[in-house]
């Protein structure tokens, strides 16, 4: 499901249930400094100071890149081969002008894909024609296995449509109450409408002159988080548009699941994309729109991974010495295996060594597609970093695509079947103790290898923004900013050894914390969520890296700075 994409539903949470606020750079912070963050900023100061290393080419597979940002518009990657808008594939690459990127979720008329189907839908779609109508005492004991299969999906995706339709009612009902509590606190500040922030005072009420009400006491309670999140907002009216503007997205996000998520009827590839969608070996479709519609998650992610350092604008990137490219495959539902797969590819030919995947669901149409392209990126030595997820679940028990586990073919005897170049990241929260993991990251002693800051990440958003945003989808490319530093200064080392690296260099936690996804109802030790039963670590990981020998023979030059 959406559960990887930073959605209004997380955005909702974290405006009306997070009243803690972390420092913008708590992520490049270090224990020493009150923040279990990736120690960058110790890493720089007394490992890489000036230093020079090897450009490292990240892709980041997301939603788009807004790729003229002021803070990364210098770091955003340019193909060398390619000369912009002259129509022409100049480096025959199969893409025609495709100077930062490509654009998989877009169609020849430049069109893109907005709202997008979930994979279950479209798995329900495609067996609905079958047997939607039959009759399971006529059926063959491989039909009843798929029929059954059928029922499942049938169920969720009705299932889902009824509680997008409750969502919207409440989402109104609640609008509706919190506003005619604002009109009522708005009536009793009257000339003194620029004195809101006196709901901050530790009894509003009495200093309202304002009877509590049930509708009072939740637009007083609304009012508060808004107000903590913003200095701006100096009277009622902007609390209200502020309530408006985020509940509107609410709306917008339930009614997307109506009429796109969960529509069986729904197919952007024949209305938008028009390529093939049966031919998963397919490789050339879409256009190089590389932002899209909306940019916003992907451009938060590339600023974590490498928004310039230094220039004391907005947020620093964790890796300096970066290029940013931006293949878009994530539109706002579940991404399609053929485009992940054809995505990877791309990055993997255009130069890429570190690919970032904030992006997964529940279920999988074709996960060979995916395998083989994963396969392909270990083959050319890139190193792919992915989401654990935003459900709270354990990875080890239920099922996350796209994953490690490539299947058998290809390899013998009994060799594990899981992709070496593959990094799997849970969040972490910037709080101590037992609230240090983000309840709502996936975890799992198998299959996620590490935690990373994913709570509250402030980084670059479209048209020269910054904004906080959290997710395992911002775990992702701060674990991604750390390895492009090491790929940077110790170029020598395969993308095998670099995840290596990261494993053996986290920092150990004994904690015992809150289990995620119970919401405090369960403590569990730290160790137990994760292979490495740590958090990661560039200040560790640069030490580890310099007594690491390198496998790949490289020009001595690119070892200056190592």
């Given at each position: 499901m959406k559960s990887f994409l930073f959605s209004a539903c997380l955005l909702f949470t974290f405006l009306f249930g997070n009243a803690q606020t972390a420092p913008k750079n708590w992520y490049h912070l270090d224990a020493s400094e009150g923040y279990n963050g990736t120690s960058a900023t110790k890493a720089y100061k007394e490992i890489i100071k000036e230093k020079i290393g090897k450009p490292v080419v990240v892709a980041i597979i997301d939603s788009g890149i807004d790729i003229?940002?002021?803070?990364?518009?210098?770091?955003?990657?340019?193909?060398?081969?390619?000369?912009?808008?002259?129509?022409?594939?100049?480096?025959?690459?199969?893409?025609?002008?495709?100077?930062?990127?490509?654009?998989?979720?877009?169609?020849?008329?430049?069109?893109?894909?907005?709202?997008?189907?979930?994979?279950?839908?479209?798995?329900?779609?495609?067996?609905?024609?079958?047997?939607?109508?039959?009759?399971p005492e006529k059926l063959s004991k491989s039909q009843k296995a798929e029929y059954d299969q059928f029922l499942t999906y049938k169920s969720k995706v009705e299932a889902e449509r009824e509680k997008a339709k409750s969502d919207l009612e409440q989402i109104s009902a609640f609008e509706s109450q919190v506003l005619k509590g604002m009109n009522s606190i708005e009536f009793a500040l009257g000339e003194r409408k620029n004195e809101v922030r006196v709901l901050l005072s530790d009894d509003p009420y009495k200093g309202l002159n304002l009877n509590e009400t049930p509708e009072i006491a939740?637009?007083?309670?609304?009012?508060?988080?808004?107000?903590?999140?913003?200095?701006?907002?100096?009277?009622?009216?902007?609390?209200?548009?502020?309530?408006?503007?985020?509940?509107?997205?609410?709306?917008?996000?339930?009614?997307?699941?109506?009429?796109?998520?969960?529509?069986?009827?729904?197919?952007?590839?024949?209305?938008?994309?028009?390529?093939?969608?049966?031919?998963?070996?397919?490789?050339?479709?879409?256009?190089?729109?590389?932002?899209?519609?909306?940019?916003?998650?992907?451009?938060?992610?590339?600023?974590?991974?490498?928004?310039?350092?230094?220039?004391?604008i907005g947020s620093d990137g964790i890796a300096r010495n970066v290029k940013l490219m931006s293949v878009r495959a994530v539109p706002d539902g579940d991404e399609r295996d053929k485009d992940v797969a054809n995505a990877i590819r791309y990055a993997v030919d255009n130069g890429a060594t570190i690919i970032n995947m904030s992006f997964g669901k529940g279920y999988s149409w074709d996960k060979k597609a995916v395998d083989e392209a994963v396969k392909y990126a270990a083959k050319h030595d890139v190193l792919l970093v992915h989401a654990a997820g935003n459900s709270g679940q354990n990875n080890d028990k239920t099922d996350n695509f796209p994953n490690d586990f490539i299947g058998k073919h290809g390899f013998i005897f009994k060799k594990k079947c899981h992709a070496d170049n593959w990094l799997e990241v849970g969040a972490l929260s910037f709080k101590p103790g037992e609230d240090m993991v983000a309840g709502f990251s996936n975890y799992g002693k198998e299959n996620v290898d590490l935690f990373s800051p994913g709570v509250q990440i402030y980084a670059t958003t479209p048209n020269d923004q910054y904004q906080y945003l959290q997710g395992t989808s911002m775990a992702a490319p701060a674990a991604a900013g750390v390895a492009a530093v090491i790929r940077s200064y110790y170029p020598a080392l395969t993308a095998e050894q670099v995840k290596e690296v990261l494993m053996k260099s986290v920092k150990p936690i004994g904690d015992v914390v809150k289990k995620p996804g119970t919401k405090g109802a369960e403590k569990v030790a730290f160790s137990e969520l994760s292979v490495s039963g740590g958090t990661i670590n560039l200040y560790n990981a640069l030490q580890l890296a310099a007594k690491t020998k390198g496998k790949k023979k490289i020009k001595e030059e690119l070892q200056k700075g190592a």
């Open positions: 003229e940002h002021e803070d990364l518009k210098a770091n955003i990657w340019k193909n060398p081969g390619e000369i912009a808008g002259n129509g022409i594939d100049d480096d025959k690459n199969g893409y025609i002008d495709d100077i930062h990127g490509w654009n998989f979720i877009g169609g020849p008329n430049g069109k893109n894909v907005g709202p997008e189907t979930y994979e279950v839908t479209r798995l329900y779609a495609a067996m609905k024609y079958k047997y939607e109508n039959a009759d939740m637009a007083v309670n609304v009012a508060k988080q808004i107000l903590k999140q913003s200095d701006e907002i100096t009277n009622v009216s902007q609390l209200k548009e502020s309530l408006i503007s985020i509940l509107n997205d609410e709306k917008t996000d339930s009614q997307n699941k109506l009429d796109y998520a969960y529509n069986p009827d729904y197919d952007s590839r024949k209305l938008i994309v028009k390529d093939n969608y049966a031919d998963s070996n397919e490789r050339f479709y879409g256009n190089n729109d590389v932002e899209g519609p909306d940019a916003l998650h992907g451009t938060h992610v590339a600023g974590i991974v490498g928004a310039v350092v230094g220039n004391e």
